[in-house]
């Protein structure tokens, strides 16, 4: 079984940064969409950033210019996302999640697969 694994959330001034991470927990061949989500208690979740392929990378109009997706996808390894997160404005306060689609590995294909969330709290 594959699953998603977190790292790099906490409490951040404004103006601060973060770097989030996502990492499978075991080899893959490919993934077709890795994307980070978040999420504010009583609010719908929205995508922040995904990159395609490993390549095409789409952003959130709200943090365009401030975060940026990044990712280790090499065919048959572990797949990692980063999503560094600057100039932190208390909005960005949420949970995010990281999310993968069309996870093939050597055994079977996952359509989706959620990360467990971290807290990304911006406060002064």
């Known amino acids: 079984q594959v699953q998603l694994v977190e790292f790099g959330g906490g409490l951040v001034q404004p103006g601060g940064s973060l770097r989030l991470s996502c990492a499978t927990s075991?080899?893959?061949?490919?993934?077709?969409?890795m994307a980070w989500y978040r999420q504010v208690s009583g609010q719908q979740r929205e995508l922040v950033a995904q990159?395609?392929?490993?390549?095409?990378?789409?952003?959130?109009d709200a943090v365009k210019g401030r975060f940026t997706i990044s990712g280790d996808n090499a065919r048959n390894t572990n797949h990692t996302i980063y999503l560094r997160m600057n100039n932190l404005k208390p909005e960005d306060t949420a949970v995010y999640s990281c999310n993968a689609q069309e996870v093939i590995t050597r055994e079977t294909r996952y359509s989706e697969i959620w990360g467990q969330g971290t807290l990304v709290a911006v406060s002064s």
């Open positions: 075991r080899n893959v061949f490919t993934i077709y969409k």
């Open positions: 990159m395609i392929n490993g390549g095409t990378t789409n952003y959130a």
